[in-house]
Nanobody, 125 residues
Framework: QVQLVESGGGLVQAGGSLRLSCAASGRTFSSYAMAWFRQAAGKEREFVAAISWSGGRTYYADSVKGRFTISRDNPKNTVYLQMNSLKPEDTAVYYC??????????????????WGQGTQVTVSS
C-alpha cells in the first residue's frame, strides 16, 4: 500500500551531518509506523531508529542515540533521519521501512512490510 524512496545520502567527513529523507506514496502514510535500518558492506542489516505512526514515540539503537533524530511530517508523507556527529562506522546503505501502526517502535526487520531502495552514506575519517 506504500512505496518508499530514500534520498539525502552522500559523502561527508567525520563529525559532519546529513539529513536523510524518505518520501512515501500512498494515502495511508499516517497509519504506518516507520523506521530506518542500515547495512554496511558485508554485514547484516541493522536497526537504526523507529517512530510511531503519530510521531509520538521514537526509539534508537544505542550506537546512534544522542546523535541521530528520526522525525516525520505526515502531511508531507515524509520521514527524516537527521544524522549529526557522524562517524566512519556510520558508513552504510540506509533503508527506510514501513509497517502497520501496531508495530509501534519495533527494531525487528520482520515487522516492516515495505522497504525503500536505500541511499548510501559514506563518512570519511
Amino acid at each position: 500500500q506504500v512505496q518508499l524512496v530514500e534520498s539525502g545520502g552522500g559523502l561527508v567527513q567525520a563529525g559532519g551531518s546529513l539529513r536523510l529523507s524518505c518520501a512515501a506514496s500512498g494515502r495511508t502514510f499516517s497509519s504506518y509506523a516507520m523506521a530506518w535500518f542500515r547495512q554496511a558492506a558485508g554485514k547484516e542489516r541493522e536497526f537504526v531508529a523507529a517512530i510511531s505512526w503519530s510521531g509520538g514515540r521514537t526509539y534508537y539503537a544505542d550506537s546512534v542515540k544522542g546523535r541521530f533524530t528520526i522525525s516525520r511530517d505526515n502531511p508531507k508523507n515524509t520521514v527524516y533521519l537527521q544524522m549529526n556527529s557522524l562517524k566512519p562506522e556510520d558508513t552504510a546503505v540506509y533503508y527506510c521501512a514501513a509497517g502497520p501502526m501496531w508495530v509501534g517502535v519495533s527494531s525487528s526487520r520482520n515487522v516492516y512490510d515495505y522497504w525503500g531502495q536505500g541511499t548510501q552514506v559514506t563518512v570519511s575519517s
